[in-house]
């Protein structure tokens, strides 16, 4: 009886001595991983001087939008290239303008010369006086000369003119015939210089 409780007493103090290795054991390997202390040393508070939340902010941030290229995640087509400013200036201004207008075509050139007209006491029924080549021609208004420019308008310095075939206005200034011309025989002398007078058609 006395031996079971010694025997008991033995294994009691062998438990409480591997009880307190394990326990030394374990307590040096908790405090050897690095970053891991037992013991909080050296913190300190964050210095807030307002703790309240920011509503300003939080709304400002929740009004903000994105103002970047979008584009579908599960589409491979790239983005179109981004247009600057002042390409799209150019191209409204390109707009605007319209398409360049070829310039008009010049006037048409009557081969003949202008040298004088006559009319009658009241001014109207003017026949106008021209010379093409050698060829001396008398032709009142509204009629054509050389098949292809009819005689709009004698005024009392220039003949106004429309090509028949194109429309396209054109006009001769009156000049003096030259000394010994056809013009100048057809004329004869006798006539007043060009323009002036009002005398009747010849026959």
């Known amino acids: 009886m006395i031996a079971s409780e010694r025997n008991k007493l033995i294994w009691l103090i062998v438990l409480l001595v591997v009880g307190a290795l394990a326990y030394l054991w374990n307590r040096n390997s908790v405090s050897g991983i690095p970053g891991v202390s037992t013991v909080a040393t050296g913190f300190q508070p964050l210095n807030v001087q307002d703790p309240e939340l920011r509503l300003d902010m939080l709304d400002k941030i929740r009004k903000l939008e994105y103002s970047g ?86 005024g009392n310095d220039t003949a106004e003119f429309e090509e028949v075939s194109t429309g396209r206005k054109a006009s001769l200034a009156i000049t003096q ?27």
Do not use: C, W
Not at 88 to 101: F, I, S, T, W
Not at 192 to 200: I, S, V
């Open 69 to 154: 290229a979008h584009r579908n995640i599960f589409s491979a087509t790239p983005l179109p290239p981004v247009i600057t400013e002042a390409e799209k200036k150019a191209e409204e201004l390109r707009k605007n303008m319209g398409p360049v207008q070829p310039p008009p075509p010049p006037p048409p050139s009557v081969p003949a010369t202008f040298f004088g007209y006559v009319s009658n006491r009241a001014g109207a029924n003017r026949l106008g006086f021209f010379q093409s080549g050698d060829d001396v021609y008398v032709v009142g208004e509204g009629s054509l000369l050389l098949s292809n420019f009819r005689l709009l308008k004698i």
């Open 177 to 203: 015939p030259a000394a010994g011309s056809a013009a100048a025989a057809a004329l004869g002398g006798a006539a007043p210089p060009p323009g002036q007078g009002d005398p009747e058609p010849p026959q």
